[in-house]
């Protein structure tokens, strides 16, 4: 498990790093006139997305949950994936992106990038991290709670992002 312990402190690390992103992109949004939408929902998204790397390293631990190459490798390969989705997220949009929802008023909608095929990518990366992670050591309880509760955070925040979208951006 030392390897996998590794692993959910990378992604920690790379939590991180969003945050430094997210705080930097959010001065800038908020200096050209953004506005702020959803802050009550945010919490929750930190805590759950805090309790789903606490649970990964916990249920294995606590539980004694093998690793299954049948089942890790793949889900190693989609938490990668969802990496690399969530970082092309973030370069395509660039200082547009954050953790918040910040809209600036009068900006256009970004049709690049991954923006080309999806609305929400983003979240699409969420999604498929919150599953497979877990499921890289076999922490099938942590995956099947969290995507639960992820999607039901999914739904308020994407009402909230696609609300605050449509009053703000020009079609």
Same mark, same amino acid.
């Given at each position: 498990m030392p390897w996998y312990t590794l692993l959910v402190l990378a992604v920690s690390?790379?939590?991180l790093a969003e945050v430094i992103v997210a705080r930097r992109n959010a001065a800038w949004t908020l200096a050209r006139?953004?506005?702020?939408?959803?802050?009550?929902?945010?919490?929750?998204?930190?805590?759950?997305?805090?309790?789903?790397?606490?649970?990964c390293l916990l249920e294995p631990l606590l539980l004694d949950r093998p690793f299954v190459p049948a089942l890790g490798w793949p889900m190693l390969a989609l938490?990668?994936?969802a990496q690399a989705l969530r970082w092309w997220c973030i370069a395509t949009l660039g200082p547009y992106w954050n953790t918040r929802v910040i809209?600036?008023?009068?900006?256009?909608?970004?049709?690049?990038?991954?923006?080309?095929?999806?609305r929400h990518p983003n979240y699409v990366a969420v999604v498929v991290e919150v599953a497979a992670l877990p499921l890289v050591h076999s922490a099938w309880l942590t995956a099947a709670?969290?995507?639960?509760?992820?999607? =039901?955070?999914?739904?308020?925040?994407?009402?909230?992002e696609n609300t605050a =979208?449509?009053?703000?951006?020009?079609?």
């Open positions: 690390v790379e939590r006139s953004g506005v702020e939408h959803g802050r009550g929902h945010y919490p929750v998204m930190v805590a759950l997305h805090t309790g789903l790397l606490v649970c938490a990668l994936l809209v600036v008023p009068g900006a256009r909608l970004v049709g690049a990038g991954p923006y080309r095929f999806l709670v969290f995507s639960v509760a992820d999607a =039901l955070l999914l739904t308020v925040r994407l009402r909230c =979208l449509a009053r703000a951006v020009p079609a």
